[in-house]
């Protein structure tokens, strides 16, 4: 049975203030946070800590499942690289597609094989074992449908999904270190047809259960169409559909743009260049471009 809350523990007076800002810098000087592991976004971004709630905002195919999808991977790699497999594990949720499409993304580069050639059949069945028995145990657990299991599953509403992230360190003795929520627009929401408030709400119990549980939540969200005009079509705070509390409620906030879903080549299929903050790139498959546009307790705005 779960502990009574006590509205005393809402109240910090200043001794209980000063002992916990001292546990805190010794926590974040032990602890390095979730990061990214590219050394100019480390650079420039604050490490990903308890209570922290990032959003990636971009149009469809953009690049929010694929960074989403790295980030789990990353650390995971790190859970194990500390030794606390038995004890810490990343959790992503999926409403866009499968959990068996998401884990392929993951998990198919660690064997030697892409996602596409996973589901073209391309990949002997061997070398999808061998990677199994290699890195098939990462500690990663997924939230949503699969094509495989078939049992029923209750609907996977935002009440449903917190109290499934909440019971995973009760009943599986694990403490999140990383939760990744993909494509907030799709939430089913049986008791509401306005996006704004499913949205909103999915952001705003991102970040209290992040602190309740001192996990960072890493949210994508869809860029509103208005985007595809923008010269540079890096989203801003403002273009995040449905809602304003991204700019209340996020400590960090990106706009994500693969140039090359949207800019055509030139008249001998040569991929163009673009212009980003005095900058020119070659719009090929390889670039991704990532602004950031908020970033609380420090500044804001880099690409």
Not at 75 to 102: F, L, M, S
Not at 158 to 166: G, H, R, S, V
Not at 193 to 203: E, L, N, R, T, W
Request: hydrophobic share 40%; proline share 5%; net charge neutral.
């Amino acid at each position: 049975m779960r502990e009574k809350a006590d509205p005393r523990n809402l109240v910090f007076t200043s001794a209980e203030l000063a002992t916990a800002h001292v546990k805190l810098a010794e926590k974040i000087q032990s602890e390095p946070g979730v990061t990214w592991g590219i050394k100019s976004v480390d650079d420039k971004v604050l490490p990903m800590r308890g209570g922290d709630v990032t959003l990636l905002c971009a149009r469809p195919g953009m690049g929010k499942t694929t960074i989403m999808a790295y980030l789990a991977q990353r650390e995971a790699e790190n859970i194990i690289k500390r030794d606390a497999r038995g004890r810490e594990v990343v959790i992503y949720a999926t409403w866009e597609g499968t959990v068996d499409a998401i884990y392929a993304a993951i998990i198919a580069g660690r064997g030697g094989y892409t996602s596409s050639d996973y589901y073209w059949g391309r990949v002997p069945m061997d070398k999808i074992k061998r990677n199994m028995v290699k890195a098939g145990t990462m500690p990663i657990m997924m939230l949503g449908f699969s094509t495989v299991r078939k049992d029923p599953a209750p609907m996977m509403t935002l009440d449903a999904l917190f109290q499934a992230i909440e019971s995973i360190e009760e009943d599986f003795n694990l403490h999140p270190t990383l939760v990744c929520l993909d494509y907030l627009q799709l939430i089913p929401n049986p008791g509401s047809s306005d996006k704004v408030d499913q949205v909103s709400q999915a952001i705003v119990n991102a970040k209290m259960l992040g602190m309740k549980m001192d996990v960072p939540f890493v949210l994508g969200a869809q860029a509103s169409r208005r985007v595809d005009g923008y010269g540079v079509k890096l989203p801003t705070m403002s273009d995040v559909q449905w809602t304003s509390q991204a700019e209340q409620h996020t400590d960090k906030l990106f706009g994500l743009w693969r140039p090359a879903q949207t800019e055509a080549p030139d008249i001998r299929g040569r991929s163009p260049l673009i212009e980003v903050d005095g900058k020119s790139y070659e719009a090929n498959e390889r670039l991704l471009i990532m602004r950031m546009v908020k970033q609380r307790g420090e500044h804001g705005r880099h690409s």
